[in-house]
Structure formats: C-alpha cells, structure tokens
C-alpha cells in the first residue's frame, strides 16, 4: 500500500510537469495564478457543479446557491478547494457565463473554471482546419473558432448560399425564382453545439449535408457516399428552466436528426464523438482543469477525489458514475501492472493477469493522466429530479423501470443512474462533503 500511494505522488507530480507545459488548454489564467498558498488544511478533492437545476432556473438563482459559495471561499474571495461547473449549455463563450455566475453567486468566477459541453472540441485538432459547418445558437462562429476552428460555415450562411433547400416554412421560401449561390467551400465535417431556433431548418440542411458529402450543389447520395465527421454536444434529452416541468434540451433535436437520417437511409447516424455530460470524454476534460487550479494554487497533495453536484439521473449522476467506473478500471489497470513487474523482478512464476497497454479512448492521449481515483456523485432535488414522482417505496425497482433518457450511444445501467447521496439542495451538498472529507477551511 505504501509503494502504491508513493506511486501516485509520484504520478502527480508528473502530471503537474506536464500540465505547466502544456498548459494551451486550461490557460494560465485561472484566477489562482501567482498565488501561493501555504495555509493547512489542502484539499485532496475538487467540486464539479452542475448550473441549471442546480444553481439556477433559467435566469432564477437558487437560494442555496449563495449559502453555498460562502463556504467554498475565503475572505480575500479565494476558493479553499478547486471548482468547476460542468453545463451542458453552449451557446455562449465562457467568459459569459463566468461574468453570470459571478453574478448570481456573489463570488469572483474565471472563465477558466467554466466548463461548457462544447470545451472538449479543442482537444479535436485534427478538425481544426477543415471545413466545418456548425450548428446551434448564439454566437456559435465565434465560438467556434475561439475553440480552434479555422474555417467555418453556420447553417444560415448555407441557406442564404442555397436560398432553395429550406422549403418547411411558406413565409420563408423565395418569393421569385433563383439559383444556388454556390460561393461556400465543401463543408468536411458537423459540430452541433446545441439545440437551435429553427429546428426544421436545421434538420432538413444537416441531412443534405449528410446526404451530399458537405456539397449542397449535388443531390442525396445516401447509398454511395460515406458519412462525414459528426461531432455532438449535449445530450441532455431536457433541462430545468422556470417552468414547472422539465423542457426539451438538444439530446431531443438529436433523437429527431437520429431518426430522421435513419427513416430516410436505413441506416445510423454515427457519431466521432459525444460531449457534454455523461460522456466519459467530459469528465476526463473537467479533472484536468481540476488539477491547474491545484496546480496554480501551490497545493501540494494530489486530488484524488472528484464529487458531481447535479439534478439529473441521467446525466449527472450517470455521467459521474460512468467516470468513478472509468476511475477504478484504471486503478486496476494500473495496479495490474505493478503487480506484473514486481512479480517479473522477483522471479515468481505465479499466474499473472493480463494487462492491456493500448489507449482505449482517443481523447486519453490529449491530457495528462488523471490523478483523480474516484468521482461521487451528489444528487439535488431542485432540478430535474423530483423525489415526489420519481422515488416510491421500492427504490431499487423504480430505478430498473426508469424510462432511459439518456442518448442513443449510452445503454442504461441501473447502477449508473444510483446517487452516492440524495440531498435537498447544494448548500446540503456543500455541508456533506465537508463533512465526508474532514475539511474545514481557515
């Protein structure tokens, strides 16, 4: 035991070299940097915060929210353990949503400890310089190529290019006859950042897209051609605004683009990646900047504990759980490994597991190793989740017969969807953990 926690100093402090190398992706602006903290107790783990349904509904603050930050804060507005909120909103830069929260909490927040569902695309750089069409809200040009894209089109640059193809509405169509204005390059690759106005404009073009290769002058070659890179963010099926119930978030828009291709093709819509919570990818992006704000705040001991404050089964709670298991595999993994080579140095000819060395998931190789070694999750009821309707007597079997909300690409698992604790707000949250941790600040 003593080798192996000896082992993850070690790997920390490795993680730590290379995150100040590389540090292209977390900036180092993180609001901690130059400041060095030699105060006692430092923490060994870190708070990712779910916004909506968590901290607020709609442009509505949650009153906990503030009693909440009050505790993660120090008198000269420095956060005593590392956070960052994990939305799965993106339609906006995350300088915005900083100045946002900032707002509501009533505490200082960077934009480096904002996390949207679209922040993972930097690591995509093979498509940086390709031709993409985007698709969303808000200023998602501009979004785009502040996250590295170079050479961008929106869907309504490609209907004013081919004023023919968006047809659903009669107000719309053109009131005389006229010809594609074919001035856009061929479109290589689509990122869908979010859940767009028009969504029969946007269904109907992306499908062409799709259907042409990226080259609207042609007609559908569904049987012919291959499909072209598919980048997807957000996956919630619904989200928590003012309303009294849940409403329809992109992972909706996604099932219509989804079956729609289907009902048309025969075939899958397939996807070269999933971001924004549950997806593993996300998790993995979050701990890193998890890891700078330890980094630029000279806390020595590593965080290996990561707790997931959100108000969804479905991606919250399943998304923290998936990389809690993504956590213990690599624990394994690696004590495998050790195992392996103690035993090849001692000579012993005992029957050894069999340890894969290859990179399971594209993204690992992009950052630097977790040093996280568990992710609990931490379910509110000011969300999406109602425990009213949600939770009978039998919990075990309520959660069996769920209906699965999650996308198309994540098979349910009821272990994934059990919270490590129910609480009633984030101020309850915030109190557990500490409690949990033996953590009281100075």
Not at 32 to 45: A, E, H, I, N, Y
Not at 352 to 375: F, I, K, M, R, Y
Not at 410 to 435: K, S
């Amino acid at each position: 035991m003593r080798g192996l926690l000896q082992f993850y100093r070690a790997l920390n402090a490795l993680c730590n070299r290379q995150f100040k190398r590389r540090a292209g992706f977390a900036g180092s602006q993180c609001g901690f940097s130059g400041t060095v903290s030699d105060s006692k107790p430092q923490p060994r783990f870190g708070l990712l915060f779910d916004i909506d349904g968590v901290l607020v509904r709609g442009k509505m603050p949650i009153p906990a929210a503030k009693k909440a930050f009050q505790k993660l804060v120090n008198s000269q507005g420095q956060f005593v353990v590392p956070v960052v909120f994990v939305t799965n909103a993106g339609n906006c830069m995350r300088q915005m949503k900083a100045d946002q929260l900032s707002h509501i909490l009533g505490v200082p927040i960077t934009m480096d400890q904002v996390m949207m569902s679209h922040s993972p695309l930097r690591m995509f750089k093979k498509y940086h310089d390709k031709c993409v069409l985007v698709s969303g809200q808000g200023p998602v040009l501009d979004i785009a190529k502040n996250l590295g894209f170079q050479n961008v089109v929106s869907v309504d640059m490609l209907r004013e290019s081919f004023p023919l193809l968006d047809m659903v509405d009669h107000n719309r169509r053109p009131k005389v006859p006229s010809s594609p204005i074919a001035n856009l390059p061929t479109v290589e690759a689509v990122i869908l950042f979010g859940e767009p106005i028009r969504w029969e404009t946007n269904l109907q073009l992306i499908i062409d897209i799709l259907l042409t290769n990226g080259n609207l002058s042609g007609a559908h070659q569904s049987q012919k051609l291959p499909q072209l890179p598919l980048l997807a963010c957000n996956m919630d099926l619904m989200w928590m605004a003012e309303a009294q119930s849940p409403r329809f978030g992109h992972g909706t828009f996604l099932v219509c683009l989804e079956n729609i291709y289907k009902k048309i093709t025969g075939k899958e819509v397939k996807y070269k990646a999933l971001m924004g919570k549950p997806s593993e990818l996300t998790y993995h992006f979050a701990e890193y900047l998890i890891r700078g704000q330890a980094v630029e705040r000279n806390w020595t001991q590593p965080i290996t504990t990561l707790y997931a404050i959100g108000d969804n089964l479905m991606t919250d709670i399943y998304g923290a759980n998936l990389y809690n298991r993504y956590l213990e595999e690599r624990t394994r993994r690696k004590t495998s490994k050790a195992v392996t080579k103690m035993a090849t140095a001692t000579g012993s000819d005992a029957a050894l597991p069999q340890v894969n060395d290859h990179v399971e998931n594209a993204w690992e190789s992009e950052l630097a190793p977790p040093s996280a070694t568990s992710c609990k999750s931490i379910l509110v009821c000011t969300g999406v989740y109602n425990p009213h309707t949600e939770v009978p007597n039998d919990t075990n079997q309520c959660i069996k017969e769920t209906v699965f909300h999650g996308h198309r690409d994540f098979h349910f698992d009821p272990a994934l969807v059990e919270p490590g604790h129910i609480v009633q707000d984030v101020a309850d949250a915030v109190e557990l953990i500490f409690e949990q941790e033996k953590f009281v600040p100075q």
